[in-house]
């Protein structure tokens, strides 16, 4: 069977859930072929291994960024014959023809459950689309249980029509050397001394008002020298935690070092203490699992899809209680072997997760799909 996959969201998200769900599933379904041969339309700068069941459709760059409009390179799977067209980025630049069955892949809904969080432009956009790209998908694939049913209760979508398939952590997060892992971040970022981790984004979902509020509260308690690291892309609420910060006096002991490199997010995360993520909402809440298989101890959310993905290899706290937080990273820091169990947990529940499998599901609804439609 043929099989179409718009997969630019692996060059234009790189670095994000999205971004990295895509590059890995179209690398691995082009390692474990199945019966399937893959024509995958990429952006013409991107670097991809080479397969002998896949073909690289090279998007032009006068395309690579008409998302919202009609997208006329995957268009031309029109003439491929192909028996299923797969889009991962949220059903975005879903052909307006249909010549065969369309899945996507739907990763979270909140535009629908926390709209204040969400761009107003974007809002606008997700409310319009997202009721039509289900319309006319045959099929969701999602990638949390949780999600699942935040799908099914918002839009009515039948549940038979949604398929899981978990995501994973990337090859490149492992534990590694404590000590050169501190020594890469200093070089590169001026990070000296034991911190407290965040990754992720910056906007109100994540929480980050509470994150600087409950390392204050824990600085009053805790004695001994550690720094809080806020890593992400600096958005537009970045001045209002950096006002935080010196609202509570604490601005020195904050550290918002920006985008992280790819390269360097293995040592950043090997370089921390323990890691903290109390978002109010996510899908599935990859850097939970990211830090896990490095051998970070996690502290996160009791709502969402975090529980479901951590299982008891993490500390779960209410995110909207900044002394559960403070408290919980109190505890943490100072019992070892705590720290060690946790570390151990961690990385035994990471192994759980990974592309491989993500794979072999994303095929096997694939296979469902075609089937059904003959």
């Excluded at 949780?146 to 029509?161: A, G, L, M, Q």
């Excluded at 992280?260 to 899908?283: D, K, Q, R, V």
């Excluded at 809440?285 to 009791?302: D, Q, R, W, Y």
């Amino acid at each position: 069977m043929k099989i179409g996959i718009d997969g630019r969201a692996a060059k234009w998200y790189r670095g994000t859930g999205i971004g990295t769900y895509t590059y890995e599933l179209i690398n691995f379904l082009g390692k474990n072929p199945g019966n399937f041969f893959y024509y995958v339309h990429m952006p013409s700068d991107i670097s991809f291994p080479k397969y002998s069941n896949m073909n690289i459709l090279k998007s032009k760059n006068y395309y690579e960024k008409n998302f919202w409009d009609e997208v006329r390179n995957p268009n031309s799977i029109d003439s491929l014959d192909i028996s299923l067209y797969h889009v991962p980025q949220n059903g975005i630049g879903l052909p307006l023809s249909q010549k065969c069955p369309y899945i996507i892949t739907l990763h979270d809904i909140i535009p629908c459950k926390l709209p204040k969080t969400v761009n107003p432009k974007l809002l606008n956009i997700f409310n319009r689309t997202m009721p039509t790209i289900l319309e006319r998908s045959n099929a969701v694939i999602t990638v949390s249980e949780f999600s699942k049913r935040d799908i099914v209760e918002t839009f009515n979508y039948p549940k038979n029509k949604i398929f899981v398939t978990p995501l994973a952590s990337e090859s490149i997060y492992k534990p590694l050397d404590k000590l050169y892992s501190k020594d890469i971040i200093k070089k590169n970022y001026g990070i000296d001394g034991p911190f407290i981790l965040y990754v992720g984004g910056l906007g109100i979902r994540k929480n980050i008002l509470r994150v600087i509020q409950s390392f204050e509260l824990l600085r009053k308690g805790y004695k001994k020298n550690i720094k809080l690291v806020i890593a992400g892309t600096k958005g537009p609420l970045y001045e209002t935690y950096k006002k935080e910060t010196e609202r509570l006096s604490i601005e020195n002991e904050v550290i918002f070092p920006g985008f992280i490199s790819m390269e360097h997010m293995p040592y950043i995360y090997n370089a921390a203490e323990i890691f903290i993520y109390p978002s109010l909402y996510e899908g599935f809440g990859l850097p939970t699992i990211e830090a896990m298989s490095c051998g970070i101890p996690v502290i996160s959310s009791n709502i969402t899809s975090i529980p479901e993905v951590t299982g008891d290899a993490a500390i779960l706290i209410n995110p909207r209680d900044t002394y559960a937080l403070s408290n919980e990273m109190y505890n943490l820091l100072t019992n070892k072997e705590l720290m060690i169990k946790l570390k151990n947990l961690g990385i035994k529940r990471s192994k759980q997760f990974n592309w491989k499998n993500t794979a072999y599901k994303t095929m096997e609804s694939y296979k469902i799909l075609c089937n059904s439609n003959k």
